[in-house]
């Protein structure tokens, strides 16, 4: 039997880690596994119904001391957000670096805070945005993939002032959600095509009420249900199921026989109705919320 593992989660934003994976981590914690989501950013600058969206249309920016304030209140908000969205999925270990998302850059101090993390999680499996996510330049997405994969790098290494050993991940999954479709001419090359994709159906309910809870981003009500129905819609059309979550696996997987699932084998044997039925259920869209 399989033991139970340790899996981390990073995104580049607050709700970035169960936007794109967040069905598939309520199945490890229902498995019995250990979940860690972190938040690299506060995201407030790109992602926030005051900051990035009302002073856009402000006559004048405040001054920097009362900018900054605004900001960390900002931030505090959208952090009881992300916890509240993740108690949906079973999640309790949420942590936030609190990085300011005007830049995101690959620098020595944020690979070196990565790789404290991961000899102190200690994870068997990381999940992250993919590297060259949008076409990379100007992304927070790619750059957190990018120092997330330097920072696994480091943490192999002993670490200057780390108490916590070394330590290996095992495997790494990049999220395909954003790649589903291209949005700009630098990401059009990039093929989007997962070689896993989890059947999330069952929890779809919960991760709607998760994106729900992101208020302060507006994904409440209907963009809750619409992006679930379209992007956790399509990629789960593609494996033959109502709703799934996609993933690039980072490396090779390593088997002694042909890694065939039980669930390609019963999709060969079934009837084309068994499988439009299964795919054309209808779930996010219509689940109730709360005003």
């Given at each position: 039997m399989r033991h139970p593992i340790r899996v981390l989660c990073i995104g580049?934003?607050?709700a970035d880690t169960f936007d794109s994976a967040g069905g598939t981590l309520a199945h490890h914690v229902q498995n019995g596994d250990e979940v860690t989501v972190v938040a690299l950013?506060?995201?407030?600058?790109?992602?926030?119904v005051v900051i990035s969206d009302a002073l856009r249309f402000a006559d004048r920016i405040p001054d920097a001391p009362d900018l900054t304030a605004l900001m960390a209140e900002r931030a505090q908000v959208k952090e009881e957000e992300v916890r509240r969205?993740?108690?949906f999925l079973g999640i309790t270990d949420v942590r936030f670096f609190g990085y300011d998302d005007a830049v995101l850059t690959l620098r020595e101090e944020l690979i070196l805070r990565m790789a404290s993390l991961i000899r102190e999680v200690r994870p068997h499996v990381v999940v992250t945005h993919h590297p060259n996510e949008l076409g990379e330049y100007g992304n927070h997405h790619a750059m957190t993939a990018q120092l997330v994969l330097n920072g696994i790098g480091a943490a192999h290494g002993v670490g200057m002032g780390d108490p916590n050993p070394p330590h290996r991940v095992?495997?790494?999954?990049?999220?395909?959600?954003?790649l589903v479709m291209p949005s700009n001419v630098l990401s059009a090359p990039l093929h989007w095509y997962p070689d896993l994709i989890v059947d999330i159906t069952d929890v779809v309910e919960a991760k709607v009420r998760a994106l729900d809870a992101m208020r302060s981003q507006q994904y409440g009500g209907d963009?809750?249900?619409k992006t679930i129905e379209v992007v956790d819609g399509g990629i789960g059309s593609a494996g033959g199921i109502a709703y799934g979550e996609g993933f690039v696996t980072y490396q090779p997987e390593v088997s002694r026989l042909f890694p065939v699932s039980d669930w390609l084998l019963q999709r060969a044997?079934?009837?084309e109705a068994d499988l439009m039925h299964r795919r054309t259920r209808?779930?996010?869209s219509t689940l109730d919320l709360p005003d």
């Open positions: 580049g934003h607050p950013t506060a995201g407030t600058r790109v992602h926030d969205a993740c108690a095992a495997q790494v999954f990049f999220t395909t959600s954003a963009y809750a249900r044997a079934e009837s209808i779930i996010a």
